[in-house]
């Protein structure tokens, strides 16, 4: 059984001039990560994420995710060494296709978005392992792309996923995986299983390997913190290494979760 680390999102609906006092608030009381969305149209995960560990000295800071339609793998790796360097040891990013709608009401949307995916994720694993990257796709080409400044310890890359192949895609490449439906402990052991798949199909079965779950929650409930408990134990059995608590779109304020998460 896992005993997995707790978090709470810090969602899109809420300012980004809240930011500051979500990411204080989560670090005085102790909560292990804080995670942000990089929903389109409302805030940059980048940015957002530099500045909230730039605010933090312990807090753990994740983005699930950046949908990559909208950026170069190589500069997506750049700005990821970037942030892992002034941080070390405090980014998790996640990758993702991103929302079909959206990515087409940009112009971005993919053919293919499994292929892109792939070839992104691979392309983006590569280099921040330190590997010069030469590849010719259908969706990324790159000529001898290396980091000038390369990290020197590993840094996870994580992506977000949904359907069997996407959590098989996760398991192949990538150092984690983002589950955000089917929350039940069948589900996310239904979704491990397909992730578990890509791993052996990889030869990466023994790896470490990162599961974050998200969980919606009522932030009213009058026993949130042993929901909270409960919720965790449940999924860390299930195989969740990270339980992460998000609360509705119309009520955003991550408060009362962190609140309750210091004194569960």
Same mark, same amino acid.
């Given at each position: 059984?896992?005993?997995?680390?707790?978090?709470?999102?810090?969602?899109?609906?809420?300012? !980004?001039?809240? @930011?500051?006092?979500?990411?204080?608030?989560?670090?005085?009381?102790?909560?292990?990560?804080?995670?942000?969305?990089?929903?389109?149209?409302?805030?940059?995960?980048?940015?957002?994420?530099?500045?909230?560990?730039?605010?933090?000295?312990?807090?753990? #800071?994740? %983005?699930?995710?950046?949908? =990559?339609?909208? /950026?170069?793998?190589?500069?997506?790796?750049?700005? #990821?060494?970037?942030?892992? /360097?002034?941080?070390?040891?405090?980014?998790?990013?996640? #990758?993702? *296709?991103?929302?079909?709608?959206?990515?087409?009401?940009?112009?971005?949307?993919?053919?293919?978005?499994?292929?892109?995916?792939?070839? *992104?994720?691979?392309?983006? *694993?590569?280099?921040?392992?330190? $590997?010069? =990257?030469?590849?010719?796709?259908?969706?990324?080409?790159?000529?001898? %792309?290396?980091?000038?400044?390369?990290?020197?310890?590993?840094?996870? @890359? @994580?992506?977000?996923?949904?359907?069997?192949?996407?959590?098989?895609?996760?398991?192949?490449?990538?150092?984690?995986?983002?589950?955000?439906?089917? $929350?039940?402990?069948?589900?996310?052991?239904? $979704?491990?299983?397909?992730?578990?798949?890509?791993?052996?199909?990889?030869?990466?079965?023994?790896? !470490?390997?990162?599961?974050?779950?998200? =969980?919606?929650?009522?932030?009213?409930?009058?026993?949130?913190?042993?929901?909270?408990?409960?919720?965790?134990?449940?999924?860390?059995?299930?195989?969740?290494?990270?339980? =992460?608590?998000?609360? !509705?779109?119309?009520?955003?304020?991550?408060?009362?979760? #962190?609140?309750?998460?210091?004194?569960?």
């Amino acid at each position: 059984m896992t005993t997995p680390t707790t978090g709470v999102v810090f969602r899109p609906q809420s300012p !980004p001039e809240e @930011l500051r006092g979500a990411v204080r608030a989560a670090e005085e009381a102790g909560v292990a990560e804080l995670w942000l969305w990089e929903d389109c149209f409302a805030e940059g995960g980048m940015s957002a994420a530099a500045a909230a560990l730039a605010w933090s000295e312990r807090l753990m #800071i994740g %983005v699930g995710l950046f949908p =990559v339609p909208l /950026r170069n793998p190589a500069v997506a790796a750049m700005e #990821i060494a970037t942030v892992a /360097r002034l941080f070390p040891g405090r980014f998790l990013p996640g #990758i993702g *296709h991103g929302v079909l709608d959206w990515m087409g009401q940009v112009g971005a949307r993919a053919a293919s978005p499994m292929g892109l995916l792939r070839e *992104h994720t691979a392309a983006v *694993h590569a280099i921040l392992a330190g $590997q010069t =990257v030469t590849t010719s796709g259908t969706y990324v080409t790159l000529d001898a %792309v290396r980091l000038d400044w390369p990290l020197s310890r590993p840094q996870p @890359l @994580l992506v977000g996923g949904r359907g069997p192949r996407t959590l098989r895609l996760a398991g192949e490449l990538a150092d984690g995986v983002i589950l955000d439906v089917d $929350q039940t402990p069948d589900g996310v052991r239904r $979704q491990v299983a397909e992730v578990q798949q890509g791993r052996e199909a990889a030869g990466r079965a023994d790896e !470490p390997f990162r599961v974050v779950v998200y =969980v919606e929650v009522d932030p009213g409930a009058p026993d949130l913190a042993d929901r909270l408990a409960s919720r965790a134990a449940e999924l860390g059995g299930a195989g969740a290494t990270s339980v =992460v608590f998000q609360t !509705p779109g119309d009520a955003p304020d991550p408060r009362p979760v #962190i609140d309750a998460l210091a004194r569960s």
